[in-house]
């Protein structure tokens, strides 16, 4: 019988022990029997070159909690999943940092900024909302035939945010042309989730499904999104239990 192993998670952010959201991703990761063995990676220490061996990761889910201390160390960390097919899941600050590093390194915008950190950019792929939807619970409408419908096996779902900034609308066009899907909407038809359907796992939710998490009933993104982390890990480690 194979050892059944947990799945090395990183949990890419500046971790604020107080902070109720972070505590909810740490219990949402860890709880269950399918948990993940989970180790936060601070970004000022991702932006030190070498500092960390981002392949010893099964999956990486990009935290809320920005500003970052470090926009580069975040961005580091999406690429090597997003370049090395490793499972990822970006929420609330994670979705727009996920938008940046497309829009950089995919789109060739290597100046494409964060109207929070830097509104005087010229080319803003994350901007203010139009109303901010810190503390509310929306409606998000799943896109059929998507990875993110084919996870939640519904066509809407109530979700917890706690963001003021989103996807620059000017920009959705072009991330879908080259590749990054659109799977999820509010009922302005303003995006909420995003996905590269052509990535293992690769996800980027406006809202905060962890936050949703009680002992015992792990919301089916985070559910969906260790499972493709233990995929991963038993890849790279045939030996060992998927």
Known sequence: MRQQVRPLIAIVGDRNAGYAIHQATEQA??????????????????????????????????????????????????????????????????????ILEFARHVLGEADADHEETSPEAAHLAVTALACSLAGQTHPVRIIAGTRAAAIYGAQEAREPFFCSYGLNPAYRSLLESRGLSVSGVDQAGEVRIVELPTHPFYVGTLFVPQANHSAGRTHVLIRAFVAAARRHQFKANPGRAA
């Open 29 to 98: 990761l860890a709880d269950g029997a399918d948990a993940a063995a989970i180790e936060w990676l601070a970004t000022d220490r991702l932006a030190e070159s070498g500092s960390d061996d981002l392949c010893r990761f099964a999956g990486f889910l990009i935290a809320p909690g920005s500003p970052y201390r470090s926009m580069h160390g975040a961005l580091r960390a999406i690429r090597h999943a997003r370049e090395n097919g490793v499972p990822l899941l970006g929420t609330c600050g994670g979705f727009q940092h996920l």
